[in-house]
């Protein structure tokens, strides 16, 4: 079968393709939406670290009261600020000690000693002196102090939470604050322009209970938060 033959109808095409310009434009559009979905990622990463850190602080938090309570003799929660050049422990170590007990009388005595391997807060998510508060809403913030326990290389310097042997805790109302951050080598954690808002929270009541914060109102000024 033959092809029909080609027929010139003298109309003229002009084929072309993208102007430099357009290709500019293009690549400018993508950039911006890569750029903008790399920030959300990076936003929504630090709210679920904060989210899921601050549930396992609370658990920590239980199993603490629960160790004063089983040994009738206190028990405390203790966040690491040691070493501010410890970048793994410094403000992200939480640990529990309890008293020691008396074998021969089965009493608390008046040292004390880690009773667990304690949990480390994720990447980047760091505990807050600054907000964390020993009253509540009041002025009076968590201070680190001086810690002796049983192994000499145990003892430090630690933000101190405690409950006494009936599981009450000895600062009804304080609270515990963390938030997601970066840290300059060689210098203490600091919060990013990112994460102004990316914090999470819980107050400890008198019955030794939490309860999460639902507002970032209830934590704090975190507009003008700078350090941890």
Request: proline share 4%; charged share 15%; aromatic share 8%.
């Amino acid at each position: 079968m033959k092809k029909p033959p080609f027929h010139n109808t003298g109309h003229s095409y002009n084929q072309r393709g993208f102007s430099l310009v357009e290709l500019l434009v293009v690549i400018v559009i993508m950039t911006i939406l890569m750029t903008m979905g790399a920030m959300g990622i990076r936003n929504l990463t630090g709210g679920k670290g904060t989210s899921t850190a601050i549930a396992n602080a609370e658990a920590v938090f239980a199993e603490a009261r629960a160790t004063a309570l089983g040994r009738s003799a206190g028990a405390r929660v203790l966040i690491d600020v040691k070493n501010i050049n410890d970048q793994s422990n410094y403000l992200r170590r939480i640990v529990i000690a309890a008293q020691d007990i008396d074998p021969n009388t089965g009493q608390p005595t008046n040292s004390w000693s880690l009773t667990s391997r304690g949990y480390t807060l994720p990447d980047g998510t760091f505990y807050s002196v600054d907000l964390s508060k020993k009253d509540g809403a009041g002025s009076s913030k968590m201070q680190p102090e001086s810690v002796t326990l049983s192994k000499s290389a145990d003892s430090g310097q630690y933000v101190v939470y405690e409950f006494n042997g009936q599981g009450i805790c000895t600062t009804p109302g304080a609270t515990f604050v963390i938030g997601s951050g970066s840290r300059p080598k060689g210098s203490a954690p600091i919060v990013t322009g990112s994460a102004k808002r990316d914090f999470a929270a819980f107050a400890i009541w008198g019955n030794g209970e939490t309860s999460t914060f639902r507002n970032p109102t209830q934590i704090g000024d975190l507009s003008s938060i700078k350090n941890f």
